[in-house]
Structures are given as structure tokens and as C-alpha cells.
């Protein structure tokens, strides 16, 4: 059996060697032409990407099979064994080949090209700039921090294609985001390019105006832009929201519904493990009714609309009169939550579980041992009060609102008592409505879900709710009548609104409507992407299998989500495109390292976001703050706050002149509202400075030396605005970002980086913003304690009284906790 196996052995590799032996013509000749194309993929010329490395692996694939592992004892001559061991190592380990061969290909042309690069301003780029140029990967990513130079970077991408002839200025689609960023691209482009042939012709365009030329190159028919801002999109909604109100009784029932009951987020005190995380949070919302009164919570909110929607009159927190004896210091001065004062009926809402648990964020008092012992004793004292003064009492509970029957059972509780209820008038609702705290924003989040539907292709109809989200099912109520009558006036004119154009211009070029060969796309501002302009630009790859992407951006930047752009395009790129090649750009030349630090650590607090380390090129002086804070003191009201208010923005100006008389200074604020209305009295008083206004979204590419930041306040319109974070607009964003305000966290980064030496914070000292707190208790060490708040655990500030100093609990006045100067320790 063993011979038998051991000649059948010998037939079989005699055949194997002999079938070998009459192919190896035709593989030598396959394995020659393979090490000619390997040594040309790897002779300097060009880069080694991976689009290369498949077609050679997919070519060359049989022919490695058909090569016997023994070839070397098969007599055959030295030259072709030498031929097929040099193909075997380059094809089996062509990945390890091709990365080493391009980290050394980014060294030679670093030096092969260096007067070039140094030559295209007047300081030479660095080498991060350089690399990221020289890599051309199928999919390039270049993450690009604030100030590093990101159109340099693609500008001489630009100028380093056309070269090499690596590209013609035809065949590279070249992309910004706005008008202006274009236009300086397009001159950067052409001065980065002089003397390059065809270097005039170079064409930089937004996506709107490239979606634009391709729908018109497309169309048989005139293409009319329906709205050419975003303020007129918003005017037209503004009217039919009225309209419809006004006419259409069911759509004015649901649009109450929601402006009065879901306008809000709904989180309830139980979620939060502290009294001062709840009050951070709250501390984000004014909680201001539709009739314009401020209340400390969400559901008193809903509670105050429902009084209000139905006349019945009340006050909020009426103080209630006790006699001396019945006066009790462990639960304070008595004011119930409302009295009706036509009906003489006091209302507490309590704030606890149906099993009467209370939440983990109450507090508690001597000699009571728990929140839950201390709250309960709170409400059978004030049944006490009612019973003894012979007064009516009308109790609501938490747990109702969390069941969704606060309003229902309300209002039998209501009726019981004898309450009489008058609906108002439509017209007077969308009187108070307009008027509202809320309102504007409102309409901003209308008109960015609109767009969001639009730009990912979505009907109202098409979105489903998840279980339990009740508010957004409210909000599509509202939502679905003001698309329709939106979708219906664009095909009535007929028009095209900027979704559109990308919508359509995709369209064109997956059924071969519009044809252009591109070997290049080259994105700036990569952070920006929304669905529907990564639809293009699949659509446009579809088309040109061979072309390559060239993204230049900055997660930390990304600011337009209202626009549509999802964070999940850059963080996710590699999952999008396919194979990158990731560089970064991490010297930045605008700020100081100083400024770098707090910026950096602040915008990294969100674990989304991309890990970088940037390094400044600027010096800090020593002795040099680049964080200043100004807080606005004491009450008055808004005239008060206005009037202080440029009162220190005078003598900030004046601090600027004298270190630098000629600086530039950018005010900032989060909304065009925040424009201070002295503005020209102040650039009168300082001629010399460059003294303008811009929002935290305009100063976006700016810099300036100076950088006053305005109204860091905390509320619906302060900054962070609890709005532009809407929950409900993940569901039309590929990857909801659940970190807690992380849009505007990216804002207020942009905000406090424009400025190269310093930055002022002003704030209001009675309602700081979050964000400004953060930062002051971080990095400012004259406001930092060594004890929190005995009454909630929070933070505390100086404040100052009607008699002397103390330090007071920030969250003031929905906490009254305070320590005198002497009981506290700067750490």
C-alpha cells in the first residue's frame, strides 16, 4: 500500500511539474510584465495608493496561483527563478510594501519639492502641510485644526496636481461652502498656480452653485431659486404657521399642544443623581409661560399654559400669610406654587413618584435623615396650614406628568372645584404665542427639520417615532401641514430650494444626465457635509469609478447642523468612502498656546469627537491672561444689564488700545440680538481699532487680535442655546451626538478662537451660561472654592449683597445657598 501511495505520489508531481513546465512561458512572460508595472508603482513617480494595489493583485492573481512553491528545484534558469521570487514577495506582501514605499515617497518628494512648497507664500509650509499634500490616497482625510492652515493646504494640493500634470485644471472639482470661503479659495488657488498652464481657468464652487450648473445644464426648463436665505425660508413659514392657525382647527389645536405641553425636551427631576446637576440643566431653559411668566420648572410650565390657555387667573408663588406660631424655619417662607385668585384655591405641584419616592437630586434638612422623610413632612405641614386656616388646597404630582395625565387630571380637579374655563380666542393664543420666549426658535427648528427631511429625502409621513417619544409624534403634527404647504407653494411657482438643487444635481449624474470626468474632488470645510451633499458626491463617484476624494475639515469645527451637516460624515469617513489615508495639520499660527489649552481641553470634553493634540507656533508672554472675565452685576432688568454692559465693553476697548491701538476686535455674540446697540458710539470713542460685530456662525474662517464674547448667559436664547440640540433632530441625522449640548459646544469653540492674544467673557452674573461657569471654574483661580454649595452641592461665585460680600450658589435664585467670605478657602 505505501509503494502503491508513494508511485501515485511521483505520477502526480511528475503531471503537476510537467503542466507547470508548458505554461511557464506564458507565466514568466505575465511575471516579467507584473515586476516591470510593481517597479514603476514604486519608482518615485507618483504615490502607491490603493486603487493601484487591487488592480495589480486582481491582474496578476491567477498567474501567482499557477506558481509552484518549488519552482526553484525545477532547473529552471537563474534569471527566471530570480523573476518569480521577486513577483511572489511583491505580490504576497504588496500591503507592508506599498505603505513603506509611500512613508518614504513623502519624504523624497518633500525634498524633491521643497522650494516649491516654499515658494507658494511667504512662509514655507509645514511639514504636516506637505505630507498631507503629498498623500494621494484613493480617499484623503486632512484634519485640520483651527488656524493650521487648511486653505493653504488644499490650495496646494491644487497647485502640487497641476505640477506634476497629474491632473488638468478641468478635471479637478473643487469645493467650499460659502460665497466668500470660495472666492478666496479660487485666489488662493490661482496665485498658488501662476505660470502652471491652465492655472486661470481653475473653478471653485459652492455645492449650492455647482448643484445649481448642473440642475441648469440638466433643464430643459428656467430653474428659480424659491428662497436665496435661509430669513425669507423662515419669513414663509413664519405665514403659513399663521395662516394655518388661524383657519384650520385641527392644525391650531396641535401646534397649542406643543408650543404649551412639548416645546421643552421632557426630563424630569428624577433623572438626575444631584440637585446640581438638575439645576445645571435647568439652567439652560428660562421655563417662561406663554402669558410671561417665569416659573423654576417644566411642569409648572405646562400647568401656568393650561391656566393661561383657559383664562383662569393665578398668581405664581404668592406668598402665603402666616400667623408667628405657625411659622416654620426648616421648610421657610410659605408660597405655594399658584393661587387662583378668582376662586381664592392654592395649588401645590409635589414632586414625587407614584410610590412617593422622591428624586435623587432632592436635599434634605435637620433633623430629617432623608430627602424622601423631609419632602413628605413639607407637604403634611402645608395640608396642616390649609386645614387650620380653613383655605382650599389643589394638589398635582410629578408622577402624573410622567404617565402623560398631568393636564388631564388638572383639569377634573378643576372642574370639580367649581373652576370655570373659557377657551381664548385663536387670534389671542397666537397673540401670546408669537410673543413667546420660545417662539423664534420654534421656527428655527421647523426650518432646520425641514431641511434635514429634505436633504435625506424624507416625507413627515415616512417617520416613525420611537416607543414612548410622544413629543416628536406632537412635533410631526405640527410639522407635516407646514411641509406640505412649503413643499406645495416650491411646485406652484414652479422652484427649487437649495436641497434641492443638491437633491436633483445628484440625480443628474446617476442617470448619466450630466457627464464630466473628474479625477479629483477636493472639499474644504469637510465638516460641514450633510446627507445630501454626500449623495452628490457618491453619485459623482459612481460616474468616475477612478476619481478621488481630497477632504480638508475639522470635526471641532463642525457648526451647521441647522443647515443639515451630521458629524458622522467626517468622524465615520473611512466607513463612508472607503480606504484613507488620514493626515493631520496641528500647528496652528493664529492663537497662543495658552488660548490652545483651554480651547482644546474644552471641546474634548465631548468623547465624540476626534482625538487631536495641536501645538501653537504664538508664544504666551509670561504674566500673559488670555481669559478675562466681566461679570455684569446686580438686577435692574434688561436696560440695567445693557447699559452696564457697555459701560465695561468701553473700558475693555480702552485696555485694547492702549496694549495695541491699531488691534482688530471682534465682538461675538450667538445671535445677531446680541449686537451691541452702541456699537457705533464705541467705534467713535476707538477710531483706531477694527471695531465689528459678528455671531458665533459668521466668525466662523475669521481671526482677529482682540475677541469679546457677549451675553454668555444661560436660557432658550443664551449660549449654549438648548434649541440648536434638539433630540429630535437625530432622527434624521445618520449618528445622533447624545453628548449633552455638543453642537454648541463646538460653537462657543469656534467662538473663543478667533482671537490671537486674548479673549473677554462677559456674562451676567444672575444667570451665567454653563459653558462660561466651566471655564471660569477651570481656569480662573480667584473664582474657585474649596467648599460647594451646603444647599444643593453646586458651584458658588462671589456675589455681593445689600450689605457685605458672601459667596453664593450659582444657581441662584433657584438656590439660595450661601456662605459668609470668612467660612471659605481659595484653593
Known amino acids: 500500500m505505501i509503494s502503491i501511495v508513494?508511485?501515485?505520489?511521483?505520477?502526480?508531481?511528475?503531471?503537476r511539474k510537467k503542466a507547470f513546465k508548458q505554461s511557464f512561458p506564458g507565466i514568466i512572460y505575465k511575471v516579467r510584465e507584473a515586476n516591470t508595472l510593481f517597479s514603476t508603482l514604486t519608482g518615485f513617480e507618483r504615490y502607491f495608493a490603493n486603487a493601484d494595489e487591487k488592480a495589480f493583485l486582481n491582474t496578476y492573481r491567477v498567474t501567482r496561483e499557477a506558481i509552484l512553491s518549488d519552482f526553484d528545484s525545477m532547473g529552471l534558469a537563474e534569471a527566471e527563478?530570480?523573476?518569480?521570487?521577486l513577483f511572489c514577495k511583491n505580490f504576497d506582501l504588496c500591503a507592508d510594501k506599498r505603505k513603506d514605499y509611500n512613508n518614504e515617497f513623502v519624504r523624497f518628494e518633500q525634498t524633491k519639492y521643497a522650494a516649491f512648497f516654499a515658494g507658494l507664500e511667504a512662509y514655507p509650509l509645514s511639514s504636516d502641510q506637505t505630507e498631507a499634500i503629498i498623500r494621494d490616497e484613493d480617499n484623503n482625510l486632512v484634519l485640520a485644526g483651527a488656524g493650521t492652515g487648511k486653505t493653504t493646504t488644499i490650495s496646494g494640493k491644487v497647485a502640487y496636481l497641476l505640477k506634476k500634470q497629474i491632473a488638468a485644471p478641468d478635471e479637478l472639482l473643487i469645493i467650499s461652502f460659502t460665497n466668500n470661503a470660495a472666492l478666496e479659495m479660487r485666489q488662493r488657488c490661482r496665485d498658488f498656480c501662476k505660470g502652471l498652464s491652465g492655472a486661470d481657468t481653475l473653478e471653485v464652487r459652492t455645492f449650492n452653485s455647482f448643484g445649481f450648473l448642473v440642475c441648469r445644464t440638466c433643464s430643459d426648463q428656467e430653474i428659480r431659486l424659491a428662497f436665496d436665505d435661509s430669513d425669507k425660508a423662515k419669513c414663509f413659514l413664519q405665514e403659513k404657521f399663521d395662516e394655518l392657525f388661524l383657519s384650520d382647527l385641527s392644525f391650531q389645536r396641535k401646534a397649542i399642544n406643543y408650543l404649551s405641553f412639548f416645546n421643552r425636551p421632557p426630563k424630569d427631576e428624577s433623572e438626575f443623581e444631584t440637585r446640581n446637576d438638575y439645576l445645571t440643566y435647568e439652567q439652560g431653559f428660562k421655563n417662561i409661560t406663554l402669558d410671561g411668566i417665569k416659573v423654576k420648572s417644566q411642569q409648572e410650565m405646562e400647568i401656568a399654559n393650561f391656566f393661561c390657555l383657559f383664562n383662569i387667573n393665578y398668581e405664581y408663588e404668592r406668598h402665603y400669610p402666616l400667623e408667628a406660631e405657625d411659622r416654620n424655619p426648616t421648610f421657610g417662607v410659605y408660597q405655594p406654587d399658584f393661587y387662583l385668585t378668582d376662586y381664592e384655591i392654592w395649588h401645590e405641584h409635589y414632586g414625587i413618584a407614584r410610590n412617593g419616592d422622591v428624586a435623587k437630586s432632592f436635599t434634605t434638612r435637620p433633623p430629617y435623615k432623608t430627602a424622601?422623610?423631609?419632602?413628605?413632612?413639607?407637604?403634611?405641614?402645608?395640608?396642616?396650614?390649609?386645614?387650620?386656616?380653613?383655605?382650599?388646597?389643589?394638589?398635582?404630582?410629578?408622577?402624573?406628568?410622567?404617565?402623560?395625565?398631568?393636564?388631564?387630571?388638572?383639569?377634573?380637579?378643576?372642574?370639580?372645584?367649581?373652576?370655570?374655563?373659557?377657551?381664548?380666542?385663536?387670534?389671542?393664543?397666537?397673540?401670546?404665542?408669537?410673543k413667546s420666549a420660545d417662539y423664534e426658535e420654534f421656527i428655527n427648528l421647523i426650518h432646520v427639520f425641514l431641511g434635514l427631511m429634505k436633504s435625506c429625502g424624507k416625507l413627515p409621513d415616512e417617520l416613525q417615532p420611537k416607543k414612548g417619544d410622544k413629543r416628536f409624534r406632537v412635533f410631526l403634527d405640527v410639522m407635516g401641514p407646514l411641509f406640505n404647504a412649503y413643499d406645495k407653494h416650491l411646485k406652484g411657482i414652479p422652484a427649487v430650494d437649495f436641497n434641492d438643487m443638491i437633491n436633483h444635481a445628484a440625480q443628474h449624474f446617476r442617470n448619466g444626465a450630466f457627464k464630466k470626468p473628474y479625477k479629483y474632488i477636493l472639499v474644504d470645510e469637510f465638516q460641514d457635509m450633510s446627507l445630501g451633499r454626500y449623495e452628490l458626491l457618491k453619485a459623482i463617484r459612481i460616474q468616475n469609478p477612478g476619481v478621488k476624494l481630497y477632504a480638508v475639515g475639522d470635526d471641532w469645527q463642525s457648526i451647521f447642523r441647522f443647515t443639515g451637516s451630521d458629524l458622522s460624515i467626517i468622524t465615520q469617513f473611512e466607513t463612508q468612502f472607503g480606504v484613507t489615508s488620514q493626515t493631520a495639520v496641528l500647528k496652528t499660527y493664529r492663537f497662543n498656546d495658552q488660548i490652545l489649552n483651554v480651547s482644546s481641553a474644552f471641546v474634548q470634553k465631548n468623547p465624540s469627537q476626534i482625538s487631536k493634540q495641536l501645538t501653537a507656533q504664538l508664544p504666551t508672554p509670561e504674566g500673559h491672561i488670555s481669559f478675562e472675565f466681566i461679570k455684569i452685576t446686580g438686577g435692574g432688568g434688561r436696560e440695567h444689564y445693557l447699559r452696564y454692559r457697555t459701560q465695561h465693553l468701553s473700558e475693555i476697548l480702552g485696555k485694547i488700545s492702549a496694549e495695541k491701538s491699531n488691534a482688530s476686535v471682534f465682538m461675538i455674540g450667538r445671535y445677531k440680538l446680541n449686537a451691541p446697540r452702541d456699537m457705533r458710539y464705541l467705534q467713535n470713542q476707538y477710531p483706531k481699532l477694527g471695531i465689528k460685530f459678528f455671531t458665533a456662525h459668521g466668525v466662523k474662517g475669521m481671526t482677529c487680535d482682540y475677541a469679546i464674547l457677549l451675553d454668555l448667559d444661560s436660557g432658550v436664547l443664551g449660549f449654549p442655546s438648548e434649541m440648536a440640540d434638539d433630540p429630535m433632530l437625530n432622527y434624521l441625522l445618520q449618528e445622533g451626538d447624545d453628548f449633552e449640548n455638543a453642537e454648541e459646544r463646538r460653537v462657543f469653540y469656534v467662538a473663543i478662537t478667533r482671537a490671537r492674544y486674548k479673549n473677554y467673557l462677559i456674562y451676567n452674573e444672575n444667570q451665567p451660561s454653563k459653558f462660561i461657569m466651566e471655564l471660569l471654574l477651570a481656569n480662573d483661580s480667584k473664582n474657585r472654592t474649596a467648599i460647594n454649595c451646603p444647599e444643593c452641592g453646586g458651584p458658588m461665585i462671589k456675589r455681593t449683597g445689600p450689605h457685605s460680600e458672601f459667596y453664593g450658589c450659582l444657581h441662584y435664585p433657584k438656590c439660595t445657598g450661601k456662605v459668609a467670605l470668612a467660612n471659605v478657602v481659595i484653593s
Open 6 to 15: 508513494g508511485v501515485w505520489y511521483l505520477i502526480k508531481d511528475w503531471r
Open 81 to 85: 527563478i530570480e523573476a518569480l521570487k
Open 372 to 434: 424622601r422623610e423631609y419632602y413628605h413632612a413639607g407637604m403634611a405641614w402645608k395640608d396642616l396650614i390649609h386645614e387650620k386656616y380653613k383655605t382650599r388646597l389643589l394638589k398635582s404630582y410629578a408622577y402624573e406628568a410622567t404617565e402623560g395625565n398631568l393636564i388631564r387630571n388638572l383639569k377634573e380637579r378643576l372642574l370639580a372645584e367649581g373652576v370655570e374655563m373659557r377657551e381664548r380666542t385663536p387670534e389671542d393664543i397666537l397673540e401670546l404665542i408669537k
